[in-house]
């Protein structure tokens, strides 16, 4: 299935570029490497850029990009989750509240007492920290973003 351009503006030329505002309803497979779109489906001869004006429409935590070479809009969204794992600290290798011994990248985390403790790395690290602020990856092939609209900018 193809994308679902409503216009929201009359185009405008700025300096010689035309401008269109549209939103963008996504279907209900998201295929890898974008959607196809061209400067036809918006008004303009050439598609030179787009922007993701995320102005308040449903698009949650997705951003968008448009791929000028392959002249397709993909769609992005940070990792969800948080982060996972354990710290082990070994009980009885210092005199500290809790160390590094030996003093490397290689060092094992020690503490005075005999010992040993787990702790989750979230705790350890000082609290829960959300991957949301790791990069952002492209949408899994057939993703359902049927409930997405996007507000794109497009320039020609």
Do not use: C, Q, W
């Amino acid at each position: 299935m193809s994308l679902t351009l409503t216009k929201l503006k009359i185009g405008h030329m700025i300096g010689g570029l035309e401008f269109r505002l549209f939103d963008v309803l996504f279907d209900n497979s998201y295929a890898t490497g974008g959607k196809p779109i061209d400067g036809s489906e918006v008004g303009i001869n050439i598609i030179l850029g787009a922007l993701d004006v995320n102005a308040g429409v449903g698009d949650g935590a997705f951003r968008f990009k448009y791929d000028l070479v392959n002249k397709k809009l993909l769609a992005f969204r940070a990792p969800s989750g948080t982060l996972a794992g354990n710290v082990v600290v070994k009980g009885g290798g210092i005199g500290e509240a809790v160390g590094i011994n030996p003093d490397s990248n290689a060092g094992v985390l020690s503490k005075a007492a005999a010992t040993d403790r787990t702790i989750p790395v979230a705790t350890f690290l000082g609290g829960a920290m959300a991957t949301a602020a790791a990069s952002l990856v492209e949408v899994g092939n057939g993703v359902d973003l049927s409930a997405i609209t996007a507000r794109i900018l497009f320039i020609g």
